[in-house]
């Protein structure tokens, strides 16, 4: 007869709960979000910097792939302009001095001509502005890029870019004249450069993202060649030429420093569009300046008003949730223990009794559950007792061996078909110690066949009884595996006198063991069947109170309104969220339950591509965690494409998760060989826990830290641990406190 505390309905124990949260807020008098408000302002300053600093440098790059393309239109005119100057060159007897240039200049549409010597010095030109201009000194990078490509032929084009003298937009070309003592460069200036490149482009970008963003002051954006965009004439300071010579020397990483003044951040964000197809440098280095007062202005204030009251109801906050989370939580985890143990084999353990009306049902119906399948699995045993009982009883020789032909079973008519007595120990007794040797190499090389692999016939041979007499006999043989390992045979042999009477009553077994079969294969579909709608009863019956507690919490704020403190709305809203949390347990346990029973698809899976796609979804979750997160090559798997996809997305917002507090989290998703073949691992350089600790961290709802610092809901693991388990696997993990944690796990190979 259940006690009244397991009668005691779910609800009423949730509403007790709430009674006392409601009682301690009016006693209390305490409201506070201080630590919330702070963190969503910092957060929603910080993204706005991050999403202000890509669309800055997604812009860019798309600019700097339009201009590409649209400077790229010209190569086709130089590259016709570059055969007249090569024919001009040809007929000089590739002497500079005698080419008329200006004459040339017109010929080809007044592109400016230069010849460059092998010390990347213009020696002729066009331009009067640049002759002598000595390469190796006003660009070293550039100078090394004429070196490259003086020794080879054909047409290098480059992008539009300021000259270095003048800094006026050119089109640029070159080619190295077929005796590799010059290299001919072509130049295109033209009005339209001006006006359909940079200025309104990168200002548009820069007064979207200054709109956008409150903090943003100000945005300077600088070439390699250290001019200003808008401004050519723009002289940087000396602080400002300084950074930008770092960045050029240096990796072209983000930078940031405190400004000159009080509450401002400056950051130099290099967007690298350097081309190896092309030697002009087209990156851009942007300056952008922050305004960090209004932030400080808005903490202070904030901090102000919630100042006392944090303390306070951090601490009552923490006492109540912990309070609520054990008494829901506990038994739960209670439950899951026993179903645990139950799931691993042992069908006697006794699910403990659990309070509340819901839970108690629940572990009732699972009692029932346990007993039938107990049922089914006795009467299994049983039908192979009858089976091995049966084949005791066959008046037919059934024999299993090993390698070599000795006996590890055999049934009575197979001593009785040779005159032997029946041993039970079968030592000492080979399958071709009766046959007679005129058929004993072709019983040899049947067997030597059948180990590997091949199929065959009955066949006949003449043996021997321990009487003397010889009789014929068909033996049906083949092999057996373990593992997909061959470790013997196995097969039967007939007496070819009494074969059609053998025959028949074969054919009669065989029938009542399909019905045997059938028989079974219907209860375990009827048992599967009940488990699924047992299943949805569990998930209808724990979260319609849920879902009644979370609409009348709803519908008292919205009718109280105002008249609330902001203490009680406070508590209101906790109320609702360890409602949301009590949901995330069931649905944890619901999948639990499901990975039972639930089918495998097995497919051969390409990981790269789907743990990218698991990385993309867990980072757009966890916007605020700036993790690195590495991917390396990995092998396809054989599995559940679904189930998989899982196993990763757990063990990857696990490592994002519990590595986000270092100041360089750092995520390694690889394999490693061994004895075992490929293993899998999951790394991240978190905060670890003691090994010790292992064994527990696989167990639904076992969590190592609070909650209060890393959420979840503590299922996950047991989830992965069971997938794995499904798919006939292993999970193990090796952790260092403060240094990360490395989930090692394999699939079997694909048979």
Not at 34 to 44: G, H, P, R, T, V
Not at 514 to 523: N, P
Not at 603 to 619: G, R, W
């Given at each position: ?13 949730i ?6 949260i409601i ?6 008098g ?13 957060a929603n ?6 999403i ?19 400077d ?6 130089m ?12 007929q000089?007897?590739g002497?500079?001095?005698r080419?008329?240039?200006?004459s040339l200049?017109?010929?080809i549409?007044g592109?400016d001509i ?28 550039f100078?090394?890029w004429?070196q ?11 992008l539009?870019?300021q000259?270095?003298?003048?800094g ?12 590799h ?22 200002s548009d ?21 250290k ?9 940087p300071t ?17 930078r ?7 509450h401002k ?6 967007v ?5 197809d ?5 990156s851009i ?5 922050y305004?960090d007062?209004i932030l ?6 904030m901090?102000f ?37 139950i ?12 309070h509340?009306y819901e ?13 039938r ?13 009858r ?7 066959l ?6 061996s090993?390698l070599?032909g ?23 007794i080979n399958i071709?110690s009766?046959?007679?040797p005129?058929d004993?190499?072709r ?13 065959t ?6 043996c ?7 009789f014929?006999?068909?033996?049906y043989v ?12 196995r097969g ?6 009494r ?16 019905k045997?079969?059938?028989?079974r294969t219907f ?13 949805y ?13 979370d609409?009348?919490s ?8 105002s ?5 009680e ?21 619901l999948l639990?339950s ?8 097995y497919?051969e ?6 743990i990218s796609?698991v990385v ?10 700036k ?7 990995l ?21 994002v998760?519990?590595?986000r507090?270092r100041?360089?989290?750092r ?6 060989k061994?004895?075992a ?7 991240d ?8 600790l ?11 830290v609070?909650?209060?610092q ?12 069971r ?20 989930f ?5 190979p694909?048979?």
């Amino acid at each position: 007869m259940p006690s009244i505390s397991e009668k005691l309905h779910f609800s009423y124990l949730i509403m007790g709960i709430l009674f006392i949260i409601i009682v301690t807020a009016l006693l209390a008098g305490i409201w506070a979000n201080y630590e919330s408000s702070k963190s969503n302002l910092e957060a929603n300053a910080h993204r706005l910097h991050v999403i202000t600093e890509s669309h800055l440098n997604n812009s860019f790059r798309m600019i700097d792939a339009g201009l590409t393309i649209y400077d790229n239109t010209f190569n086709e005119d130089m590259q016709d302009a570059f055969v007249i100057v090569m024919e001009e060159y040809n007929q000089t007897g590739g002497d500079p001095s005698r080419m008329d240039l200006e004459s040339l200049k017109t010929r080809i549409g007044g592109m400016d001509i230069y010849i460059i010597n092998n010390l990347s010095i213009i020696q002729h030109t066009t331009k009067s502005s640049e002759l002598s201009l000595d390469f190796s000194i006003v660009s070293p990078e550039f100078h090394q890029w004429l070196q490259n490509i003086r020794n080879t032929s054909g047409f290098y084009p480059d992008l539009v870019c300021q000259n270095h003298v003048e800094g006026i937009l050119t089109k640029y070309s070159y080619m190295p004249t077929p005796d590799h003592h010059y290299i001919i460069e072509l130049g295109l200036v033209s009005d339209k450069f001006a006006g359909e490149r940079m200025v309104v482009q990168y200002s548009d970008v820069v007064d979207d993202i200054k709109a956008f963003n409150p903090y943003l002051e100000d945005v300077l954006l600088f070439q390699s060649q250290k001019r200003l965009v808008y401004n050519t004439s723009y002289i940087p300071t000396p602080e400002e030429s300084s950074m930008l010579d770092a960045l050029l020397k240096e990796n072209r990483t983000t930078r940031v420093v405190k400004g000159p003044e009080l509450h401002k951040t400056i950051i130099w964000i290099p967007v690298d569009l350097r081309n190896p197809d092309y030697p002009a440098d087209m990156s851009i280095f942007a300056k952008l300046t922050y305004n960090d007062s209004i932030l400080s202005e808005e903490l202070t204030q904030m901090g102000f008003i919630h100042g006392f009251t944090a303390i306070l109801v951090l601490l009552m906050g923490g006492l109540i949730a912990f309070m609520v989370s054990r008494r829901i939580s506990k038994p739960i985890e209670q439950f899951t223990a026993d179903v645990d143990a139950i799931a691993a084999g042992d069908l006697n353990h006794t699910i403990r009794p659990v309070h509340g009306y819901e839970l108690s049902n629940l572990a009732e119906k699972t009692g029932v559950m346990v007993e039938r399948l107990k049922e089914q699995i006795r009467k299994r045993e049983a039908s192979e007792q009858r089976f091995m009982d049966l084949v005791q009883l066959l008046p037919v020789g059934v024999f299993e061996s090993d390698l070599d032909g000795n006996i590890t079973f055999a049934n009575p008519a197979a001593f009785e078909l040779f005159g032997a007595n029946f041993n039970k120990s079968f030592q000492g007794i080979n399958i071709f110690s009766s046959i007679c040797p005129q058929d004993l190499d072709r019983a040899k090389e049947m067997f030597n066949v059948i180990l590997h692999g091949q199929k065959t016939v009955g066949s006949e041979f003449t043996c021997l009884r321990k009487d003397g007499d010889t009789f014929p006999i068909l033996a049906y043989v083949a092999s057996r595996s373990e593992n997909g390992v061959v470790i013997g045979a196995r097969g039967s042999v007939v007496d070819v006198t009494r074969l059609k009477q053998v025959e028949a009553e074969v054919r009669l077994l065989n029938v009542d063991l399909e019905k045997r079969v059938a028989q079974r294969t219907f209860e375990l579909e009827e048992a599967t069947s009940e488990l699924k709608a047992f299943t949805y009863s569990v998930s209808h019956d724990l979260k319609a109170p849920l879902r009644a507690i979370d609409g009348f919490s709803t519908i008292l704020s919205m009718k109280a309104g105002s008249r609330l403190e902001p203490k009680e709305r406070e508590y209101l809203e906790k109320i609702r969220q360890t409602v949301l949390h009590m949901n995330d347990l069931i649905e944890s346990l619901l999948l639990l339950s499901h990975l039972n029973w639930q089918e495998l698809k097995y497919e051969e899976i390409s990981l790269n591509p789907l743990i990218s796609d698991v990385v993309s979804s867990v980072l757009e979750q966890n916007p605020d965690h700036k993790v690195s997160v590495i991917i390396y090559d990995l092998p396809p798997c054989y599995g559940d494409k679904t189930m998989i996809q899982q196993v990763f997305m757990n063990l990857i917002s696990n490592a994002v998760k519990f590595s986000r507090k270092r100041s360089d989290p750092r995520v390694e998703i690889g394999t490693v060989k061994d004895h075992a073949g490929t293993v899998y691992y999951v790394k991240d350089n978190g905060i670890g826990f003691e090994m010790r600790l292992s064994g527990q961290i696989f167990k639904p709802f076992m969590r190592l830290v609070r909650t209060d610092q890393f959420e979840g809901s503590g299922v996950g693991l047991a989830t992965v641990h069971r997938i794995i388990r499904r798919h006939g696997g292993k999970i193990w993990v090796e952790s260092t406190p403060g240094e990360g944690t490395t989930f090692y796990f394999t699939f079997p190979p694909r048979e």
